[in-house]
């Protein structure tokens, strides 16, 4: 859960818990990319004004949700996969015609020299979609020199002509749903927010962690599955993989990663009297 204390750059250099876990023989990171702010009731268009009256703790100071951007890079010895390259060095100011606020993009880079990763030293960047805030910096020149690109394949054929999947072609591989695409990651097609959306479940060290993409958009949608985003292709099909993800997400032994979480990507879901509910790691075992 967020808090309503900052703007979102602000808070998203200040995360709530790890930035780093560890999975066994594998090392997972969050590399922060910048940030989408949303108008609340436009990105979730089945809630209300009085709901977020009523709950500021999901808001930034001015009154949105706040989305981070960034990837997952999963670290294996001298290997590296990234999940997901952020927005890209773009920065736009809200546009009233649309669901959105202001986003920025444009510091991947520096987090993975931060993390003492080289772009050229990536083999793969898998994406859970091609949305824009996905692919960001893989359409932005060739930054990942050596990489090929992963995508599932219903989500490669329902692509749409256009500069990102045009850029990305020459270096596009297509996977099939549950194949090994790294030691310890598997690709899981889920669908619902694009034709072919896909989550990434990684297990290393008896861990499990779910890297569930914009299968969920806020914390808020734990207990409120059927609060589909404006942006998902099929809302009804998302919400009905929600609540089967959230279950899965409670199992024991089990972290996700929700790269829109914005100070608080790494979590658990545990029970509470009013239902499911996102909690924040607070150590970088995961399960302390």
């Given amino acids: 859960m967020t808090t309503s204390t900052a703007g979102p750059d602000e808070r998203l250099r200040r995360p709530a818990g790890p930035s780093t876990l560890r999975l066994g023989d594998l090392t997972v990171s969050f590399v922060p990319d910048g940030a989408i702010q949303g108008r609340p009731t436009a990105w979730l268009p089945e809630s209300t004004d009085a709901f977020w009256a009523a709950h500021p703790e999901y808001l930034d100071a001015t009154g949105h949700l706040v989305a981070s951007v960034g990837g997952l890079l999963v670290e294996h010895g001298d290997r590296a996969l990234l999940i997901d390259a952020g927005l890209g060095p773009h920065t736009l100011p809200a546009d009233p015609a649309t669901p959105n ?55 490669w054929a329902a692509r749409e002509p256009g500069d990102g999947p045009d850029t990305l072609a020459p270096h596009v591989r297509t996977v099939a749903d549950g194949q090994e695409i790294f030691p310890g990651v598997r690709v899981r097609v889920t669908a619902g927010h694009t034709a072919g959306h896909a989550e990434f479940v990684i297990t290393g060290g008896g861990k499990r962690l779910i890297a569930f993409g914009d299968s969920l958009h806020s914390p808020v949608q734990m207990d409120r599955p059927e609060w589909s985003c404006v942006y998902d292709h099929d809302p009804a099909g998302s919400a009905e993989h929600r609540r089967r993800l959230v279950a899965e997400l409670a199992e024991p032994g089990t972290i996700a990663f929700g790269v829109h979480f914005a100070d608080a990507v790494f979590g658990r879901v545990v029970p509470d009297g009013a239902g499911p509910v996102w909690r924040p790691l607070e150590t970088a075992d995961g399960l302390a």
Avoid: C, K, Q
């Fill in 101 to 155: 606020g202001a986003m920025r993009g444009g510091d991947l880079p520096a987090g993975l020299a931060a993390l003492g990763r080289a772009p050229d030293r990536i083999e793969a960047v898998a994406f859970s979609h091609l949305h824009p805030d996905h692919t960001g910096w893989a359409t932005h020149g060739r930054l990942f020199a050596r990489a090929e690109y992963l995508v599932a394949e219903p989500e």
